[in-house]
T-cell receptor, first 109, second 117 residues
Framework: GENVEQHPSTLSVQEGDSAVIKCTYS??????FPWYKQELGKRPQLIID?????GEKKDQRIAVTLNKTAKHFSLHITETQPEDSAVYFC????????FGTGTSLTVIP | GAGVSQSPRYKVAKRGQDVALRCDPI?????LFWYQQALGQGPEFLTY????????KSGLPSDRFFAERPEGSVSTLKIQRTQQEDSAVYLC???????????????FGPGTRLLVL
């Protein structure tokens, strides 16, 4: 089956700086890569996604890049704000979804 | 519109007790997923339905876990003879269409937090 690895497990940045989270996957048939934000005690919420026919996607301060050859994809958050503090999960999907282990992001005011 | 709902939100069970967790997906969503999320971990895939058909149950950790979706809408995850290692948050998610070339996101319910004593 699919194996998704995510790094780093924890990340602290100063408010206004950028944050980058990286994931790798093993199944070359995976073709959809969503990113979720999960606040403590809440459900995961989709923040951005990318399909395998696209190399990059941006939505305001959030961007995702995908390198199919290397089987890795990354989340970039620019101009971070304290409310960005949460756990972020990447996932890879062909039919069902396989998640990374999460990155706990702390934005220091 | 209404999102995915799950009940109960919290469940405390004594070891050996059977539990049933319910998921109400978004109306009209074809696909339904169950996940187990341990503290500090990502959601782990348990099983997947397309309408009433259980297409993949490879993630179910043991034969004590059973899921059904008899009418293609509401789903129930049943855990028999609960063990302490079953303590986790059980998340349900639904997706509008079935798997295919054009992937879509899934929408999560709030989860059921199960504590087995």
């Amino acid at each position: 089956g699919e194996n998704v690895e995510q790094h780093p497990s924890t990340l602290s940045v100063q408010e206004g700086d950028s944050a980058v989270i990286k994931c790798t996957y093993s199944d070359s048939a995976s073709n959809y890569f969503p990113w979720y934000k999960q606040e403590l005690g809440k459900r995961p919420q989709l923040i951005i996604d990318i399909r395998s026919n696209v190399g990059e996607k941006k939505d305001q301060r959030i961007a995702v890049t995908l390198n199919k050859t290397a089987k890795h994809f990354s989340l970039h958050i620019t101009e971070t704000q304290p409310e960005d503090s949460a756990v972020y999960f990447c996932a890879a999907s062909r039919s069902q979804f396989y998640f990374g282990t999460g990155t706990s992001l702390t934005v220091i005011p | 519109g209404a999102g995915v709902s799950q009940s109960p939100r919290y469940k405390v069970a004594k070891r050996g007790q059977d539990v049933a967790l319910r998921c109400d997906p978004i109306s009209g969503h074809v696909s339904l997923f169950w996940y187990q999320q341990a503290l500090g971990q990502g959601p782990e895939f348990l099983t997947y339905f397309q309408n009433e058909a259980q297409l993949d149950k490879s993630g179910l950790p043991s034969d004590r876990f059973f899921a059904e979706r008899p009418e293609g809408s509401v789903s129930t995850l049943k855990i028999q003879r609960t063990q302490q290692e079953d303590s986790a948050v059980y998340l349900c998610a639904s997706r509008r269409r079935s798997s295919g070339g054009n992937q879509e996101t899934q929408y999560f319910g709030p989860g059921t937090r199960l504590l087995v004593l």
